[in-house]
Each structure stands twice: as C-alpha cells, then as structure tokens.
C-alpha cells in the first residue's frame, strides 16, 4: 500500500500536515480511494499481484488520482487545472489498459485468462439512410 511518504513526489509533505491538521486518516482515505478507483480499471487483472510490483508507470497515476481526490480538500496554494489534467490523464491511461490497448506484461491476468484474452466485442456498420 502507498503511504503519505511515497506522495511527496506529488504534493510536499509540509502541505500535506497543513491540509490534514496532522490526521493521517485523511490521507489515507485519499490513497485508499485512488487505489480503489484504478482497481476498478484494472479488473481484469490480479490487483494485488499488480499493486505489489510497484509497477513505476502504475504508481504515478495513482498518485495523480490520489493527488487529485486530496487537494480538493482544501490547498489554495496547488494549481488544481494541473491535477485536474493529471487526474484525467490517469483516468485515460487506465481505460486504455482496461480495452487492452495499452499492455504490461507484470500484470497478471485473473485466474483462468490468458494474456491475450480480451473481452469480446462486435460492431457493426453505420446505419444507412436511403432517399428514392
């Protein structure tokens, strides 16, 4: 699990305290909701086993997520558009990962799937209108 320490690549730690009053819970239910949030995306795969990596590329967007949900708490001092378009990135760089188009090959995929097992999908052509 992520700690306070692991998001001063983020937000400095001094403004973390201020924000918290010194109450680490608060951070922590920040962490815990990003975590739970990319979970969510990465449903396919074994999320405890992903977690423990401490895949590089994972980390960071869920500390963007977590940056995110936590300085909306109140920090007049953080540029929110910058979260905001790290938030969103996140968000898209998960999605992406969830479609299957963007793969690692740490992450393991839950019991029963293969890598390259996807989730099936069919389309089909736009609907046409004729004019006589």
Partial sequence: MMTKKDLETHINIGAI???TSGNDAIINTAITAAQTEAQGYLSAFDFDKVIALRHPALE???????AWHFICLANPNVNLELFRSRYEDAIAWLGKIQAGKIAYKEFQKMDG?????????????PKRINHY
Avoid at 113 to 125: A, D, K, V
């Fill in 17 to 19: 305290d201020a924000i």
């Fill in 60 to 66: 960071l967007r869920i500390k963007d997520i977590c």
């Fill in 113 to 125: 799937q293969s890598q390259n097992s996807g989730t099936f999908r069919f389309t089909s052509n």
